[in-house]
């Protein structure tokens, strides 16, 4: 069965390093979502993006966030200069098309820990 | 804004025990609900939804149903197995844009023999 993958499964970074986290989608997928949990907090939604655009974005995804799909198959998430609060479990999700209930189907996480 | 509480956990039972996971949730219009499960090393899987008041989702044995008026998606199971044993997520959705999800903090289950 097709699945959302990433990697790395965990990464450890110092404050103010650049860091991208790489997810490759399910292949017949056109929507990408990215998704963060802080430890014991809730699993908040980041950005959504759709034809090599942002559709939306939240509170949380500043000027130090960006995504990308370089080539057709991956899609990452750069954080510019991580802080400490950085630290959290994000998720890669994508969807055929959520506009007609298509559900979201997630990667099993990448791990970020900010030193 | 829209949010979804749910009961912390860890919720520890035994095997054939009766499961409830309770999920309330804040929103305006009607939202969609969600159920997603995740067992260790994987990613978010979803388990179930209903789109609608009054509905009921259902699969591998675990039903919820949509209760407009408690604004509640109380996850169930008759009997429960080892196997059951992982984080339990609920989450809403608008139906408009591309549909972010709103979750909960997650319930842990942990089911002995």
């Known amino acids: 069965e097709p699945e959302v993958t990433q990697t790395p499964s965990h990464q450890v970074t110092q404050m103010g390093q650049e860091v991208i986290l790489r997810c490759v989608p399910i292949?017949?997928?056109?929507?990408f979502y990215w998704y963060r949990q802080i430890l014991g907090q809730k699993v908040e939604f980041l950005v959504s993006?759709?034809?090599?655009?942002?559709?939306?974005k939240s509170e949380i995804f500043d000027d130090q966030f960006s995504v990308e799909r370089p080539d057709g198959s991956n899609f990452t998430l750069k954080i510019r200069s991580t802080k400490l609060e950085d630290s959290a479990m994000y998720f890669c999700?994508?969807?055929?098309?959520?506009?007609?209930?298509?559900?979201?189907?997630f990667g099993p996480g990448t791990r970020l820990t900010v030193t | 804004g829209d949010s979804v509480t749910q009961m912390e956990g860890p919720v520890t039972l035994s095997e054939e025990a009766f499961l409830t996971i309770n999920c309330t949730y804040t929103?305006?219009?009607?939202?969609?609900l969600f159920w997603y499960v995740q067992y260790p090393g994987e990613g978010l899987q979803l388990l179930l939804k209903?789109?609608?008041?009054?509905d009921k989702g259902s699969n591998k044995g675990f039903e919820a149903t949509y209760r407009k008026e408690t604004t509640s998606f109380h996850l169930e199971k008759g009997s429960v197995q080892v196997s059951d044993s992982a984080v339990y997520f609920c989450?809403?959705?608008?139906?408009?844009?591309?549909?972010?999800?709103?979750f909960g903090t997650g319930t842990r289950l942990l089911v002995s023999p």
């Open positions: 989450a809403l959705s608008q139906n408009t844009g591309f549909q972010k999800l709103v």
């Open positions: 209903a789109t609608k008041a009054d």
């Open positions: 292949s017949n997928h056109l929507y």
């Open positions: 999700a994508s969807s055929v098309d959520p506009r007609s209930s298509y559900e979201q189907y």
């Open positions: 929103a305006t219009g009607y939202p969609s």
């Open positions: 993006f759709y034809n090599n655009e942002i559709s939306e």
